[in-house]
């Protein structure tokens, strides 16, 4: 059972400054994988252990998974993976915004906190001012990966991602979800899914080339399409 924590609330609004690259890896020219909502970072330590000409960093909004899971990572050989504290929503644009052009050159999003009631849509993970943050961080051709069991919480960051006309789907993947993980290492989450021989919900994800969209419009349009003024009344 995931124990969830509420981002909104008054906590988890600070701003955090997180480190650099040079501070958090011994070779910090490595292309960088963020993976957003890495829990206690399992699958980012053996893809550190095979993929070690990447550097891997993880965020996490639960303290207490961050502070087991970034003192197995400090003990990883290789000097290349790092599991940190903070609100993406709050903390992420920055640090991405800093990085050296191409640093960073994919980003996961791997089973989020299932917030999938409309009136709980702004604790979502995935936020139109982050994604287009990540989109700004990711040159043509860079990914972007998601997955979740619950469809109701993969499909919204479906929407947005397509709604914002920063990305593009490999041309051979399946449709509508992607058959297998790209990443060669799953999530704890998803061992325990497959386990049970239930679905999986996957899209990979490149930048393309085209501009940012202005982000007032973005906002505006997701509003409409998300708009969660119907069956509030009705939803407990």
């Avoid at 501070?23 to 957003?36: A, S």
């Avoid at 639960?62 to 609100?87: I, M």
Wanted: glycine share 4%; net charge neutral.
């Amino acid at each position: 059972m995931r124990q969830h924590v509420n981002p909104l609330s008054r906590f988890f609004q600070l701003p955090l400054q997180l480190p650099a690259p040079k501070q958090l890896f011994e070779r910090p020219e490595q292309p960088i994988h963020l993976d957003i909502g890495c829990a206690r970072g399992r699958c980012l330590l053996g893809l550190a252990e095979q993929q070690p000409r990447w550097n891997h960093l993880g965020v996490e909004i639960r303290r207490p998974l961050v502070q087991s899971a970034d003192r197995d990572a400090q003990a990883s050989e290789h000097g290349n993976v790092r599991v940190l504290f903070c609100n993406a929503n709050i903390s992420l644009e920055g640090w991405m915004g800093a990085l050296p052009q191409d640093r960073l050159q994919r980003v996961s999003i791997q089973f989020p906190d299932p917030w999938f009631k409309r009136r709980h849509r702004k604790r979502r993970v995935l936020q139109p001012p982050l994604l287009l943050a990540i989109a700004a961080a990711l040159e043509p051709g860079r990914e972007l990966f998601l997955q979740s069991d619950v469809p109701e919480v993969i499909e919204p960051m479906v929407a947005l991602t397509e709604l914002s006309g920063c990305f593009e789907r490999p041309a051979n993947d399946a449709r509508p979800w992607r058959l297998d993980n790209p990443l060669p290492v799953p999530t704890e989450r998803e061992r325990y899914v497959l386990e049970q021989a239930l679905p999986i919900y996957r899209v990979l994800y490149q930048r393309n080339r085209q501009p940012l969209p202005d982000r007032g419009a973005l906002e505006n349009q997701w509003q409409e399409i998300d708009n969660p003024a119907e069956g509030v009344s009705s939803e407990s």
